[in-house]
């Protein structure tokens, strides 16, 4: 009972410390992808808690290709429950790392309770538990960690963790009581399907749920059963949870995968990518247990990829290094089985991440839960290493030093994320060549400088900051669309040279999202009436990039907004929103977009055509609410225009004919 007490303790007080060493990050900026998910996401925006409207939220959307409902819906009601931003959305993504954390010590607790039952019966459960709760309390304020928690909209990973690790404890709860000959296979089967579905819709690499599990049968259990021999029965569940869904995803997604690189704007190939995820693993496992607040960013696009096997000369190191690792792994299963479990579950849970889905080379928060690997090697090992008795005191001194290092460091970044200009900074500073960091920089000064349009050294440290951002090779539209937003709103004239240098790199690069957006940004801009552009200057933009990407919907949609509310020319703008349905008519915004300008141009045919169309991808009742709205629109304006004719025929017929 004491020990229980004491163990609890330690959990409360991991937790509580975690807390408040990230507390004051609840002060920092929305960030990068926060803004299209959730800052300009209007579906976010509940006036009443109905089905339709939480539906429409929860596929607003389209960071993946199930949409992430169920983290889109946490956005949503923490915004309608707290209020909008950032610190209370940050401050909910704390409470959820929290939370994991007493998730990872109950993994970490079954995990090592298994492994004292099948290897090392001559450990005591005071002695497994305190292990756990090492890990448990190391994860919690692990620096690396940190983008998952006050990144704000990668609560996707973080919420998709609670899921997975719940359904993670469930199946090893199930195992252990199935080793003790009574029953549990519905844990099993429980924890995988509904911890995982929860977890995929929450964010896809939730998939990799049933891939632990299985690490931890290979590692652990062998798929024993309690009188001996292998429990068919497992085959059968990992046949129809992981087997068949692998292989049906990787049909679905792979026509999407192979042309992916070609449309996404990435700067790298599918092989090039390939070549240079193994020394970015080793780089997560340096940055995991040995962190470094030089190296840990929210920023790694300046990240060199692979060209070859020995440009540079590491990629083929870092290969052999994997084969290396996960040959020892095998090799010491029945040696060392937390060794090899930690080594197999980190590479693991790379698997979706660090292979060849079209994703960004390099992001931290992919390791949220494969990094409970390499912890299981380290605390494992100082603890649990016999004789357990030897050294003992040493162990546990070396295992606190090691929390209270990743706490500090820990609490250093946070400092440094509690202010959008410090970290900012911090961040161009370390990443000179990074676009988006020194991008970052540029923009938060924009803003200050828009709000003191007279201050003349601000501006010039704007400009500044702004124009080395859009030299560096590779870099986007960002910066430059920010200079010309900037001396738009301060009413200062424009730089030539910026035009033209947004016309050779619409030219010369892929349509990035980051190009889009840009654009976006400058239409958005003018139709808010906070700017006023050379509608030539425009015009050209416009027209190189839809030459170049003629099939691009979203770039399309953003030229018929300037048409349509800039150029006032209507009927070109419908030509191009028509375009836009035929390149892909499952966007709903396309569709909604073309009927109310069909209901405007009082083309009540068009639009009822269209509300047609549009019912059809009315999943769930997620557009119930928009069609019901345009419905009624497009009979209001109907009621209008008649009544209008009949007023119009009426004041003719009273006139008489002419002459009379």
């Not at 020892?328 to 693991?348: T, Y």
């Amino acid at each position: 009972m004491r020990q229980n007490l004491t163990l609890a303790a330690g959990l409360l007080l991991a937790v509580a410390a975690t807390v408040l060493i990230y507390w004051p990050g609840i002060h920092g900026p929305f960030l990068l992808d926060d803004f299209a998910n959730i800052v300009n996401n209007p579906a976010l925006k509940l006036h009443h808690l109905s089905y339709n409207a939480l539906m429409a939220a929860a596929f607003s959307s389209d960071a993946g290709p199930l949409h992430r409902p169920i983290a889109m819906v946490s956005f949503a009601l923490n915004e309608y429950f707290v209020g909008p931003g950032a610190a209370s959305m940050k401050a909910t993504n704390i409470f959820i790392h929290a939370f994991n954390g007493v998730l990872v010590y109950a993994v970490a607790a079954l995990t090592l309770t298994a492994y004292r039952r099948r290897f090392r019966p001559d450990l005591t459960r005071g002695q497994v538990l305190g292990t756990a709760l090492a890990i448990a309390a190391a994860w919690l304020v692990l620096p690396i960690n940190l983008t998952a928690v006050l990144y704000v909209v990668q609560r996707m990973t973080s919420f998709s963790a609670t899921f997975a690790l719940g359904g993670i404890a469930l199946y090893l709860w199930g195992r252990l009581r199935l080793l003790d000959g009574r029953r549990g296979l519905w844990m099993l089967w429980t924890g995988i399907a509904l911890g995982g579905g929860l977890a995929v819709l929450t964010k896809e690499d939730g998939a990799l749920l049933p891939v632990y599990t299985l690490v931890l049968e290979w590692a652990l259990f062998g798929f024993a059963r309690a009188s001996g021999g292998r429990d068919r029965r497992l085959y059968l569940l990992y046949a129809l949870l992981l087997l068949a869904p692998g292989i049906l995803g990787l049909i679905w997604l792979w026509p999407g995968i192979a042309g992916s690189f070609q449309h996404s704007g990435r700067p790298f190939t599918i092989v090039e990518r390939l070549l240079t995820e193994p020394r970015v693993f080793f780089d997560y496992i340096y940055w995991t247990l040995a962190p470094n607040l030089g190296a840990l960013s929210l920023y790694h696009d300046d990240y060199p990829f692979s060209t070859g096997l020995l440009a540079p000369p590491t990629t083929l190191l870092s290969i052999l290094g994997i084969v290396a690792l996960l040959a020892v792994a095998v090799w010491l299963r029945r040696r060392r089985p937390l060794i090899a479990l930690g080594i197999v579950w980190f590479f693991a849970g790379q698997l979706m991440t660090g292979t060849f889905f079209d994703l960004e080379l390099v992001f931290e928060q992919r390791n949220y839960i494969p990094d409970i690997g390499l912890l299981l090697i380290v605390f494992g090992t100082v603890l649990l290493e016999r004789p357990v008795e030897k050294l003992l005191l040493a162990r546990r001194t070396l295992v606190v030093a090691l929390i209270v290092l990743y706490a500090l460091i820990l609490g250093l970044r946070v400092q440094e994320w509690s202010n959008g200009l410090r970290l900012a900074e911090m961040q161009a500073s370390m990443h000179p060549h990074s676009p988006r960091a020194t991008y970052s920089l540029g923009r938060i000064l924009a803003v200050a400088a828009t709000r003191e349009p007279h201050n003349i050294k601000l501006i010039k440290t704007t400009t500044r900051a702004l124009n080395q951002s859009a030299a560096i090779p590779g870099s986007s539209l960002l910066a430059d669309q920010a200079l010309l937003i900037l001396y738009a709103q301060i009413h200062q004239p424009y730089n030539p040279a910026w035009w033209s240098r947004i016309d050779h790199k619409l030219r010369t690069q892929p349509m990035s999202a980051q190009n889009l957006v840009s654009l976006q940004y400058m239409v958005t801009c003018e139709v808010q009436k906070h700017c006023v552009f050379p509608q030539a200057q425009m015009q050209q933009v416009f027209d190189i990039a839809t030459r170049r990407f003629a099939r691009n919907p979203k770039l399309l949609s953003v030229y018929a907004n300037w048409l349509l509310n800039i150029r006032r020319e209507p009927l070109a703008a419908r030509a191009v929103m028509e375009r836009c349905v035929e390149l892909d008519p499952r966007t709903p915004q396309y569709w909604i977009n073309l009927i109310r300008l069909d209901i405007a141009l009082y083309r009540f045919k068009d639009a009822r055509d269209d509300i047609a169309q549009l019912a059809k991808y009315n999943h769930l009742g997620q557009l119930d609410d928009t069609l019901r709205s345009l419905r009624r629109q497009l009979h209001d304006t109907e009621q209008t225009f008649v009544k209008q004719v009949k007023n119009a025929q009426q004041k003719s017929a009273h006139k008489g004919p002419p002459g009379g």
